[in-house]
């Protein structure tokens, strides 16, 4: 579920230069010259297989029904995925855990004042999409995991209802206590909406689809073009995992017997107040009838309306009230055993439930999946020998909150904490260039991917096509520069809303999220026109970049899988602390240059000056400017960290004698071993402050972004909310947990010593 | 007709710091002890007579019913404002012109494919607003100046119609070339929308305003809100003023009798193809039938539909043709005659037409000057003796294109010349902070007029309310810091749009043009709303601001007309011309870096990396790298200003002895009419570059923006027109014209000096 929130994000990638193509035959990272040459040879082998045809016929079985947790046809969706990966000759099973899942049972919503209006809440079928027919099997349109209500109250307008939205609110003297909401989606993950309209005292929560972000602003609607229609609905959980955890909502951690249990009366997870979503049809009139101040520009959207704020007159009627059921998840696990270090698990992920026949999102990765376990059952055929255990897992109940996958990787905890040396996953997928966020200490071995990998539109490699678009969109000279300079192109931290989330977050489990796409304008996102028929018009109709993605993926499993070493290299993770570490210390800058700023604006009168009684205004208040921060613990932490992964590089390296790695085989199992440790070693058990659950110091769900990452999130929520004694400890915990890493590192690179030194 | 542009212009005002209070009894620059005190004590006289009643009264009359040039109202209006100066005691007559006025003969806009659809081109009356309905005398929507045609073309979406956004089109593979263009309002002025379209082989022009930025996105629109409704059009002249001269397009020049003569046939001021203007309502289902690719992002407005930019399917055909009469233009003249310097003028004007009722513009300005006008007359009867001239000018002919004004400048060239120290101007009013642009010499003395009046919102001076509003919207913390540090506030350079452009850039008569506003949306410009109703529900409604302003510009007047030394500063001139001198070097560095940066990409194959086959878009071209600039000679013209402005300072400073100018009336005479000399010596008798009748060597109209001001513009349209050879040239003359500058300064020290030197 997480691609389409992802065009809206501030642009994370950036990339940078280099002469690629003479490095193409260069030994891989982490490989014997020989078993470079094998590996190459059967990585070539392996990406011809992907055919489009196949990915094409995929998606036509999987999305022909909605397919969403406990329907029919998700069912017949994992045993059909079971069958197919028993056909290619893998080991395959269904896991299957019982989670509540609530779905609609009465929604309402209605203007009362001063007109009467009621909302449709349907999404209308159309003739030339034929599954968009299938009522009787489609979800309604809702927000799974929303409190039940029944409210009634004044509208008020809050825009994405992010926190500076209620204080630009606050400044136009408008209070939502007591008053029930209308917020755009967009520019925070949906759930963030109800939780900050709650904590601001507003008793119900409507989301729309704005047409500026999600309609005929951006172009031409469904099915002419691409975009939401009137009636359109993005459907979605508002579970509030990040200030608890994702998963079934009743009990706190799953590997563990002795965490609280909740029922749907008090889980955490569920939201405080009634959400619904809506489409923007049924928003115009609401937002037609509202009066009040003109909400501030950028907050006014694409219908042919003033914007007001309210509060008012508008006054509405919410009702939602859900059969909190538990309902049946189904995850499709296959294995291909190791055959050297077989302990060394290599885990890929793509889940296989939609909201309604989700043939973007999720199929559109889904396939690619697929088409990758198709083709390394075709090499295993052929006689290839993964050193490492590989499982595929196609999750179920990824769109109400990554219940299919957090069941799992709570369930065999231990196992992964022991075993996983990287969990790579994919969600939906469509035309462009490859979106790529993961673990630092991945970023240098996916470049090497990336390089290989050939983009099916400029026949550039995909590293080359990232590198230069990213040239492109550079926001300034020193991006530009950065950019021609660097040999490695940066990842994405990670955030959430796909199934890696518990991997990296709570297990520490290196893990990478990729998909190509921001070609193509789409606006059918969890709505019932993500179909077969949207996605062969307007998504990537010939399926090459299903292909590309699959030759992508497995290019990366398989070149994890059979390193003699494990190609984790950690300069790049020490260049990116240090980046996060200037953005701490620049956020924190920020804050008192601003606060000091409008202290002194506050003192000259300046609110006074601008004051218009036609357009009241409330001046801020004065506030305390934020003190310094000891930022002192983490940067000799960074330091250190970037001083032991130069020394590892230059263990790596003088271990490698003519081309062979001067070790046994029980001497490289060791240190893979010890590898496999360095992303555990990231996180802190006591996990982040108010929510344990999340474990890694480097990254995190924002609490107030939720999809979006928020980096070394312990200090940089302390310092944005203003907890400057909780950012102090915070500081010193992330330096104590680094440390950590400096001393795995330098434990590695000892080893790698010691060989050398053997005769 | 100014106003409502600059709204949309980049923020042109930049202010400042400083304690003020105390320097309020200080004497006055230029000024005697003795005579500062009497001045402001006769200010402060004049300050308590002008009243909001009166204001409503005169607005009441002057916009009961159309007055456009031509009209019986319009001569009507004209005959009052001239009793009206006369029962205030003043010798006042009226100077008519025959002028070149075209009116609408035909209009038609309809489309012809792929659907057919006749524009209303009409504004409906409205219950509530009484004047709305006087459809027998109100010009029909058109566009003054637009040259006769009849097309049939295929319609293409163009934005705002600027080069930039034909560039934008050639990276689309989309051409105009036998096309109607539409554009939309703003971002240029009207008349650049014709001119750029048929230099890129357009046949025809539709120019609409649109709901983004005005009509509903901005606030409700009329008659509940101040906005345009769906069918308000906004008149207006496309004559090509910027490139050629305002007023008569028949000759050149009217104080040259030896200039050659146009007839309506080959004027050169007259657009090249037919321009229509249109409402949203006419114009939403032109753009609904655009096909072809979509609009950029930032093209896109406000209706709601996807913006596509064409060309086609919609068709559409255009018929323009004008009655070319020529009309009687009647400005009305008001003159006090000075009893010390008489042969010293501050001339003050404001136009009286208007394009229909015209109640914010012109009325809300004209309003204040009569007030000015009858409380200087109430002066005079107690005993008030203005020591200059003073003229109070009512134009006529303003919209179409500053008819009166300029003919009238131009009848008076010689006597102007010799004799006019300061032309004052101000167009439409409203509530806000005040809008100042002028001359550079007079920048000291008006932030010294903006202390001594009062804001009737804040109660602050209008110099703190504009000093802390600016340190509000700064854009960042070096603008704030120079607006806390320098001692005036910076004001906006002249551009044009109004009556001062043949004063300062013809004659180079040193001009003031101010008004308040900023804080009412407004929708009404250049239409039948724009009228009583209109004003006193969302404009200046109590008439405080209209006081405000006739209380600024009377104290200005005044303050000019009795100085012993006429108060003209050049430090703030110098600094003026430095901080154009560094825009100047940053725009070459600028597009060298640009164009270097895209050279760059080019050879890297960026274009290829970004290309989308769906959404195609053609690579730019290599370009040239601009070459360096010798901007020494302007450099060091601007360091030896500066110098001078120090000197002439110092020599000001000590030829006030103990509260008195040590000097003889003819001395103070003699200097006086040197100083009158100095912006007639900031103009180059050549004119600009290819177009001679702009003489202004620091300021013009530009060539593609038309209102908004190109300061150093024989340099900086050089630059941005690529003519390499000619910025050099025009640098070297820039510098001679203010070496010229330097020389008149410094004689007038030494004038200064010689009082000193006297026993």
């Known amino acids: 579920m997480s691609r389409h929130l992802r065009a809206f994000w501030p642009l994370l990638f950036v990339f940078s230069l280099l002469p690629v193509q003479a490095l193409d035959e260069a030994p891989l990272d982490g490989y014997s010259t020989q078993n470079s040459k094998s590996e190459r040879s059967w990585e070539r082998q392996f990406r011809a297989l992907p055919e489009p045809d196949k990915l094409r016929a995929y998606m036509q079985r999987l999305s022909a029904r909605p397919h969403h947790v406990g329907s029919a046809y998700d069912q017949d969706n994992a045993q059909w ?3 197919q990966f028993k056909s290619w000759g893998l080991e395959a099973r269904i896991e299957s855990f019982d989670i509540l899942f609530p779905t609609p049972k009465k929604r309402v919503l209605e203007m009362i004042e001063p007109s009467r209006f009621v909302a449709k809440l349907q999404e209308p079928a159309l003739a030339v999409d034929p599954t968009s027919s299938q009522q009787s099997e489609q979800l309604p349109t809702y927000n799974a995991y929303s409190v039940d209500g029944d409210v009634t109250a004044p509208l008020v307008y809050v825009n994405y209802g992010l ?70 609905v993005q459907r979605g959980s508002v579970m509030d995992f990040p200030s608890s955890f994702p998963g079934d909502p009743r009990n706190f951690d799953r590997g563990d017997p002795n965490a609280p249990r909740f029922t749907a009366q008090n889980a955490p997870s569920i939201s405080k107040i009634p959400v619904l979503p809506i489409s923007y049809g049924d928003a115009q009139p609401l937002l037609a009838a509202l009066g009040g101040p003109m909400a501030p520009e950028r907050w006014r959207g694409s219908l042919a309306i003033p914007y007001h704020v309210g509060p008012g007159p508008a006054k509405v ?18 294995t291909i055993p190791g055959t050297g270090e077989a302990d060394e698990w290599i885990v890929r992920g793509n889940h296989h439930d939609g909201w309604v026949n989700g043939a973007m999102d999720p199929i559109s990765g889904q396939i690619s999946l697929l088409e990758e376990a198709r083709a390394l059952g075709e090499l295993l055929k052929q006689g290839w020998k993964p050193k490492r255990t590989i499982i595929y897992c196609a999750w179920d109940g990824e769109e109400p909150m990554l219940l299919g996958s957090t069941a799992w990787a709570e369930a ?11 969990y790579i996953n994919t969600d939906s997928n469509d035309r462009g260039r490859l979106d ?28 080359q096509r990232n590198h230069l678009t990213g040239i492109r969109h550079a926001k300034d000279d020193d991006e530009r520069k950065e950019l021609r300079s660097r040999a490695d192109q940066r990842i994405g931290a990670l955030g959430s809303g796909t ?27 969890h709505s019932i026109y993500d179909d077969f028929y949207w996605y062969t018009h307007f998504g990537d109709r010939d399926f090459v970049y299903g292909r590309a993605l699959a030759q992508t993926i497995g290019t990366a499993v398989m070149r994890m899988a059979d390193a003699d070493v494990l190609p984790y290299q950690f300069s790049n993770l020490a260049d990116t602390v240090h980046v996060y570490l200037k953005e701490l210390q620049d956020l924190l800058k920020k804050k008192q240059n601003e606060i000091k700023e409008r202290n002194t604006e506050i003192d000259e009168e300046v609110f006074r000056a601008v004051y218009d009684p036609r357009h009241p205004t409330v001046a801020p208040p004065k506030e305390e400017v934020p003190p310094f921060l000891n930022f002192a613990p983490m940067a000799n932490a960074a330091d250190a960290l970037a001083q032991a992964a130069e020394r590892y590089d230059k263990a790596l390296s003088a271990a490698r004698k003519d081309g062979q790695f001067a070790a046994t085989d029980a001497q ?81 690179a000892k080893e790698l010593a010691s060989w050398a030194a053997a005769p």
């Open 436 to 463: 790529l966020e993961g673990s630092h200490s991945l970023e240098h071995f996916l470049n090497g991917v990336m390089r290989d990998i050939e983009d099916p539109e400029s026949k550039l490699s995909v590293w």
């Open 668 to 748: 490289l199992h060791e240190l893979n071993l010890k590898l496999i440790e360095s992303e555990r070693k990231l996180t802190d058990p006591a996990g982040l402050p108010r929510r344990p659950w999340y474990k890694h110091v480097l990254t995190a769900p924002g609490v107030y972004t939720g999809y979006e990452p928020k980096t070394v999130p312990g200090v940089r929520e302390a310092i944005e909310q203003k907890h400057w004694a909780e950012a102090d400890e915070q500081i010193e915990q992330v330096a104590k947990v680094l440390q950590g890493e400096v001393e795995l590192i330098d434990s590695a």
């Open 317 to 334: 009627h919410l009702v939602v009230e859900s059969n909190w059921d538990v309902k049946n998840v189904n995850d499709v696990i296959a």
């Open 499 to 525: 199934d890696y989330t518990a991997f990296v977050d709570h297990l520490g489990i290196a893990s990478v999220n990729a998909g190509y796409g921001g070609e193509d304008p789409e606006g059918i996102y």
């Open 81 to 83: 995925i079971l069958a």
């Open 163 to 232: 926190p500076e939205d209620y204080e630009k609110l606050e400044r136009l003297g408008i209070s939502v206590k007591g008053a029930i909401v209308i917020a755009r989606y967009y520019h925070s993950w949906r759930g963030i909406k109800p939780k900050v309209a709650a904590e601001h005292g507003a008793i119900g929560c409507i989301i729309y689809s704005e047409p500026r972000e999600d309609g005929y602003f951006e172009d031409d609607v469904f099915p002419k073009g691409p975009m939401r229609p009137p009636d359109g």
């Open 412 to 422: 065999h905890e231990k196992e992964l904490v022991q075993h996983a040396a990287v």
